[in-house]
């Protein structure tokens, strides 16, 4: 399971056009200049920015331009992937998906999309990924998986505070939706589990450029935080090179990851946490 945009991987739907209004002038302007002309009246003055009938065209097109964008506007409202507030509340509708209290627009999208992957068979991880995420609006992420030789069924929350680590009331409302008779298959055993199976520190080595105020180093640990909870999920390995990519924003010069040495791997179904982050001011270079 993933909490990156399910709909990332489609190329852009070629009902939403392009908006170009000089490309509308330019053809506004050279369908008048024909008729003009057909109708023998000669038309030579389309730069001349004051002349009436470019001034007429020029308004033309600037509300054709608003026409297109709002039906642009209308078309991505009934997509899944476009749609938001309450037409992404219509469109999740349709799939039986009503929103939680307080979801933001990006967490019922993805509650929507597993709907609709869950309408296969009951008892798929999809099934259970979306029973669960509707149990609590702070869940961050799901991952569903049995044990190999056993007939057991995980279900591995990740939660979007503490550090990932569910709380007791979001664990029980996710194993009570999942174990109740609208969920859960007859011959299903399910285990609901925090899915974070370790924290792990970072530390590293921040040189800035001179140019570059204190105010950058200071929000890095933040920001680094805020990008590891916004990017990853359930399975996502702890790489250097991605925190190092994280940390080498505008004004810094030089990052030297010490913890992490190497790439850490989450193992299926579990998540890393991010424990005490430690960066350390080198000094500054060019």
């Known amino acids: 399971m993933t909490t990156a945009n399910p709909f990332s991987h489609l190329p852009p739907p070629e009902m939403i056009k392009a908006l170009d209004v000089e490309a509308i002038l330019t053809e506004v302007l050279a369908d008048m200049k024909a008729r003009f002309r057909a109708a023998g009246i000669p038309f030579d003055v389309e730069n001349t920015a004051y002349e009436p009938a470019v001034i007429q065209g020029e308004t033309n097109s600037f509300r054709e331009n608003l026409l297109r964008a709002a039906i642009n506007d209308a078309a991505k409202a009934n997509l899944v992937a476009f749609s938001s ?8 509708a349709f799939y039986d998906v009503t929103r939680l209290a307080d979801e933001r627009d990006d967490a019922l999208r993805l509650r929507t999309s597993l709907a609709i992957q869950a309408r296969s068979p009951g008892g798929s991880s999809f099934w259970y990924a979306q029973a669960a995420r509707r ?18 069924i995980h279900v591995a929350v990740l939660s979007s505070e503490a550090g990932g680590v569910p709380d007791a009331a979001m664990l029980d409302a996710v194993s009570a939706e999942v174990q ?6 007859l011959n299903d055993t399910i285990v609901v589990q925090s899915a974070v199976s370790q924290t792990l520190p970072v530390k590293a080595g921040i040189w800035l450029l001179p140019s570059a105020p204190m105010a950058t180093f200071d929000r890095l640990a933040d920001e680094l935080r805020a990008a590891w909870e916004r990017e990853t999920g359930i399975g996502f390995d702890l790489e250097p090179s991605w925190i190092e990519a994280r940390l080498h924003v505008s004004g810094v010069k030089r990052v030297e990851i010490e913890v992490p040495s190497s790439p850490v791997v989450a193992a299926p179904g579990t998540a890393i946490a991010l424990g005490d982050i430690d960066l350390t001011f080198m000094g500054r270079d060019y």
Request: glycine fraction near 4%.
């Open 85 to 92: 507030g309450s037409d992404l509340d219509h469109v999740a």
């Open 135 to 152: 149990a609590d609006v702070r869940i961050r992420d799901v991952a569903v998986f049995r044990d190999v030789f056993l007939p057991i």
């Open 180 to 185: 109740s008779d609208r969920v859960r298959l």
